[in-house]
T-cell receptor
Framework: GDSVTQMEGPVTLSEEACLTI???????????LFWYVQYPGEGLQLLLK?????DKGSNKGFEATYRKETTSFHLEKGSVQVSDSAVYFC????????????FGAGTRLFVKA | GAVVSQHPSWVICKSGTSVKIECRSL??????MFWYRQFPKQSLMLMAT?????????EQGVEKDKFLINHASLTLSTLTVTSAHPEDSSFYIC?????????????FGQGTRLTVV
């Protein structure tokens, strides 16, 4: 079935370090791919998205490229800040049959000053 | 961007009582709304999909008689946890999909933290 696998956390980085959170997916058809961020005690916020192969989503210094050949959508940021500490969810949304969103397990990021 | 509002943000209730959570799309009409449940430090699990004016479709393993979903209008869906027990304590999040042809976007509410004591 359709699924999303992302690297386990927690990930602990120092401020200004580079971040990569790996995400791979399994899906029938051609889903849209998303990264969501959840700050402590809050709901989900859309961070970025890509709707077709080779699209690059970007926002707030974060980037991810939809790689169909490797079925991946890795999240990257060149220089993290303490305020980036949160849980990051990779997700796919099927473009047919109800448009369900399927989430990865989430990766908790801690950024130290 | 489009706004989805959940109410209440948090609620504490006694075992055996029922709790209703509202999910409203504030500036768009939502033909489809989704309800998710998130346990501490875990991912979001889809509970059910509701379409305006019809019965909700529940995911496998979700008790439809315990988690009553009503989607009576294009801007409001409700989730009622009936006869709540401590194991129902969780974070519940809704999302809403605009009724625009070809739209696959979905917008999330801020979540409702339910604690059953």
């Amino acid at each position: 079935g359709d699924s999303v696998t992302q690297m386990e956390g927690p990930v602990t980085l120092s401020e200004e370090a580079c971040l990569t959170i790996n995400c791979t997916y399994t899906a029938t058809g051609y889903p849209s791919l998303f990264w969501y961020v959840q700050y402590p005690g809050e709901g989900l916020q859309l961070l970025l998205k890509a709707t077709k192969a080779d699209d690059k989503g970007s926002n707030k210094g974060f980037e991810a490229t939809y790689r169909k050949e490797t079925t991946s959508f890795h999240l990257e940021k060149g220089s993290v800040q303490v305020s980036d500490s949160a849980v990051y969810f990779c997700a796919l949304r099927l473009n047919t049959g109800g448009f369900k969103t399927i989430f990865g397990a989430g990766t908790r990021l801690f950024v130290k000053a | 961007g489009a706004v989805v509002s959940q109410h209440p943000s948090w609620v504490i209730c006694k075992s055996g009582t029922s709790v209703k959570i509202e999910c409203r799309s504030l500036d768009f009409q939502a033909t489809t709304m989704f309800w998710y449940r998130q346990f501490p430090k875990q991912s979001l699990m889809l509970m059910a999909t509701s379409n305006e004016g019809s019965k909700a479709t529940y995911e496998q393993g979700v008790e439809k008689d315990k988690f009553l979903i009503n989607h009576a209008s294009l801007t409001l869906s409700t989730l009622t946890v009936t006869s709540a027990h401590p194991e129902d304590s969780s974070f519940y999040i809704c999302s809403a999909r605009p009724g625009v042809a070809g739209s696959t976007e979905a917008f999330f509410g801020q979540g409702t933290r339910l604690t059953v004591v």
